[in-house]
């Protein structure tokens, strides 16, 4: 156990630093410290040339094994990979679904003939993926997808009817991995596939959800005999549910590191309004700035505690508590950034429904605590994976 | 970067687990603390003895193990499991500061004793409420035979018994952070008078120095003279390390044993472990001993930096004050949702969640609690230095 970086890996840094430095500027600089959670509305467009440019520079995926065009990067080089990205102010990835979901998911799961024909546009920063998990009766309770899939012989494809919510990023993706029920008379988690499907086709359509900041960051997907082809499945038809699951494991990888930079730069944009405003002569919040400091920094050894462990993706006790943890933080930073503001809190900055920075994070942390598992079904993970306490029982149907 | 132990430290782990099982089972620690000692000397024997514990921070050329705070604080934790009540923490500090400051002849000199099975403690304040080197208030004055250190020392760990005492004095005429000195003297040196003192945490002895007139000679001094402040608190920042290790085997020992009890207890024909109310409580206290192993291995990381000389007392201050914030907080939070859960055999005498209970707020309140170093932290980090 050591804090130090080897000499190669501070080689590194410098050279993820100076090709930061040396891109994120002219036509990009606007794009600097934007796009986050809650902000991943705005320049879509500029963000989706920034990831191509990233690719050009071999700074895509630079986790996977160079096989599969990435770098192969340990452990360390992707946290500093991160860290310096961050730093440097990069714009939220708009590819970073395929990067860190469906890239990892495919490597572990997928066919070569999928790693060959979805890999390399992940890896070039061209095809961006949306995540079709939750259902409108398929939310905290995931198993319960109502999605059917079925196989049309006579199309030699897979065919795709129901509904699917709460899918970010849907009216920017070319592709979204869907969980769909290939056995219309199972329940639960049998009966399962995991597909990957074109977005841009007429048996697919896209509603966005008006959210409370007044942006659509969120969607609802509609798939009315929209189809992938026979080898669009991972795995086995009625085996979804663990490629789902492997999936989610990725989720809780190193993609964390990023989201903790743009945490960190949150803070630091709470704590000099409270130093310019007078909130930081306040004992109370101090308190609370210390206290978020000490949280966030406790994140950062969180993961670094669960990057160091197995890498098959499987979750170690600080894992179970990652989701948790994170989003109980930033909701109160959320709160907190708001009572540092005091009445300014209140004044927006323009019309219709102009959020700033902090107005948005106070109210689209409010989805941190419910997307990818509640609070309430992380604890009930918690108490039963981790700690080994009796289950839930299950309704009758 | 790694942030995982090595297999050297797992081993190490181990070893230490299946040691404490045998000399800190409760019924030995329930024991020894009705004793005037505190803890159980054969124990303590063993441990320096055989286990060669207090080697660990010892150079080779000293003929320690020359290991770090990463393994003694793998062990602490241990020992906060069995709510061990020898004076391992402390004496670990003391090596810390002989290690960092020590002369050579110092070190060779109290490396040897301390692996001889000595133990070593810390006295810092009288009356103050927190600990600080303004609050240093015994005093040191030159007389021809030597400095002589009088004053009156509360809250001193397993003071009663320990053989070297590092005590703060501050010279002649100073005040505040100025004139700060450190001095290890000998506890049957000629003028020192100590007392244990009742605690409501029975498992945690603490005594009274009482320094009368007490002749140092300068190779009892550690660092320079009347310019230790700086010293003062970087070592209050080890120890306090130190004692969120044990804060965080005692979080995860109270966990462990409550989980347990509510698997076996059954109400309405269920086992209470059942009940969503119940379950969730249990998912929040992971969650703090959790994070609390996180900033603790941290911290000693840090302490390993510190020594090494690639961080600096700043970044040493930052991460103990993170971690004494961060694990007072979720120590008293896990054992009291302990007692809660235990229901009415939690505030038994027989039951041991009230021992666990009673460590997390005196390992709290020592060397300052949450909203103490929150607003340390709060200081730096309004200065922009963290």
């Known amino acids: 156990m050591k804090l130090s970086f080897s000499a190669e890996d501070e080689q590194f840094r410098n050279e993820v630093a100076e090709w930061m430095a040396n891109n994120l500027c002219g036509e990009f600089e606007p794009i600097r410290f934007r796009g986050g959670p809650g902000d991943e509305h705005s320049f879509v467009e500029e963000r989706k040339a920034w990831e191509q440019k990233l690719a050009e520079g071999g700074w895509t995926a630079i986790g996977w094994p160079k096989e599969y065009g990435g770098r192969g990067a340990s452990i360390e080089q992707q946290v500093i990979f991160n860290e310096e990205y961050a730093r440097a102010g990069g714009p ?13 998911t495919l490597i572990a799961f997928g066919s070569e ?6 890999l390399p546009g992940i890896r070039a920063g061209k095809e961006l993926w949306c995540q079709g998990y939750s259902e409108p009766s398929a939310g905290s309770d995931l198993a319960n997808v109502k999605t059917k899939a079925h196989f049309d012989e006579t199309q030699g494809k897979w065919v795709l009817n129901g ?8 009216h920017e993706s070319e592709f979204c991995f869907v969980i769909a029920r290939t056995d219309p008379a199972s329940k639960g988690q049998k009966g399962l596939g995991f597909f990957l499907v074109r977005m841009d086709q007429p048996g697919v359509t896209i509603r966005p959800i008006p959210q409370l900041t007044g942006t659509s960051e969120f969607n609802e997907v509609f798939f009315d005999d929209a189809v992938c082809g026979a080898d669009d499945i991972v795995g086995e038809p009625g085996g979804g549910w663990k490629v789902a699951m492997g999936l989610l494991g990725f989720e809780r990888g190193v993609s964390t590191l990023g989201q903790q930079m743009l945490f960190q730069s949150e803070l630091d944009e709470v704590v000099r309004i409270a130093k310019r405003n007078g909130a930081a002569d306040d004992p ?27 890498e098959d993706g499987s979750l170690q006790k600080e894992a179970m508590i990652y989701k948790l943890y994170w989003s109980s933080w930033h909701r109160n930073l959320g709160k907190l950034a708001m009572d540092v503001l005091g009445p300014e809190a209140e004044l927006l900055e323009g019309e219709p429904y102009e959020l700033n920075r902090l107005q948005s994070l106070f109210l689209f942390t409010r989805a941190d605590t419910i997307y990818g598992g509640t609070n309430q079904i992380q604890r009930n993970l918690i108490a039963e994976r981790a700690l080994g306490m009796p289950r839930e029982p299950r309704g009758a149907n | 970067m790694e942030f995982s132990f090595t297999d050297e430290q797992t081993m190490i782990f181990d070893t230490a687990e299946a040691f404490l099982g045998e000399v800190a089972e409760m019924a030995s620690i329930r024991k020894s603390m009705e004793t005037g000692v505190g803890y159980d000397p054969s124990a303590w024997d063993r441990l320096c003895q055989e286990m060669y514990w207090q080697a660990i921070l010892i150079p080779e050329d000293n003929e320690g193990l020359g290991l770090g705070a990463v393994e003694v604080v793998g062990i602490l934790e241990r020992m906060g499991k069995k709510l061990y009540n020898g004076p391992f923490a402390s004496s670990a500090a003391v090596t810390l500061a002989l290690a960092k400051w020590g002369s050579s002849d110092q070190k060779s000199a109290y490396f040897a004793r301390l692996m001889s099975g000595e133990s070593a403690t810390i006295a810092v304040i009288d009356q103050a409420r927190a600990w600080s080197a303004e609050a240093v208030s015994a005093h040191a004055l030159q007389t021809d035979e030597g400095l002589r250190i009088s004053g009156k020392y509360r809250f001193v760990q397993h003071g009663h018994t320990a053989n070297l005492i590092l005590v703060a004095a501050r010279m002649p005429g ?10 290890l003297i000998d506890a049957d040196a000629e003028g020192v008078i100590r007392n244990r003192v009742p605690t409501m945490d029975q498992t945690r002895p603490l005594a009274e120095v009482q320094l009368e007139s007490v002749l140092v000679q300068p190779e009892q001094c550690i660092g320079c003279v009347g310019n ?7 070592l209050l920042d080890v120890q306090a390390i130190l004692i969120t290790a044990e804060q965080l085997g005692g979080a995860q020992a109270s966990l462990d044993m409550t989980v347990d009890y509510l698997q076996d207890r059954v109400q309405f024909g269920r086992t209470i ?3 969503q109310a119940v379950k969730h409580k249990c998912a929040d206290m992971m969650l703090k001993v959790e994070a609390s192993r996180s900033i603790v291995y941290y911290a000693a990381c840090v302490i390993d930096e510190w020594l090494a000389g690639r961080y600096d007392a700043n970044q040493l201050a930052e991460a103990a004050s993170m971690a004494k914030a961060y694990s007072s907080d979720a120590f008293f939070f896990v054992a009291g949702c302990g007692i809660q859960l235990f229901g009415g055999v939690g505030i038994t005498e027989e039951y041991d969640i009230q021992l666990y209970f009673k460590r997390a707020k005196a390992t709290e309140t020592f060397l300052g609690g949450g909203a103490e170093h929150r607003e340390r932290v709060a200081q730096m980090l309004l200065a922009g230095e963290c």
């Open chain 2, 273 to 275: 472990a059942s009940f």
């Open chain 1, 163 to 170: 509904q699917k919510v709460w899918t970010s990023l849907a």
């Open chain 1, 284 to 310: 109370a919040i101090r308190q609370r700035l210390a206290d978020a400091h000490i949280g966030l920094r406790i994140m950062r050894y969180n993961s670094m505690r669960m990057m160091s462990g197995g």
């Open chain 2, 174 to 183: 100073t005040s505040g952070a100025e004139g700060i000195g450190l001095f």
């Open chain 2, 228 to 234: 230790s402040a700086q010293a003062l608190t970087q």
């Open chain 1, 113 to 118: 003939a999928q790693k060959a024909k979805y």
């Open chain 1, 92 to 104: 939220g990835r708009v590819g970073h679904i395929g990067e860190t979901l469906t890239g990892p």
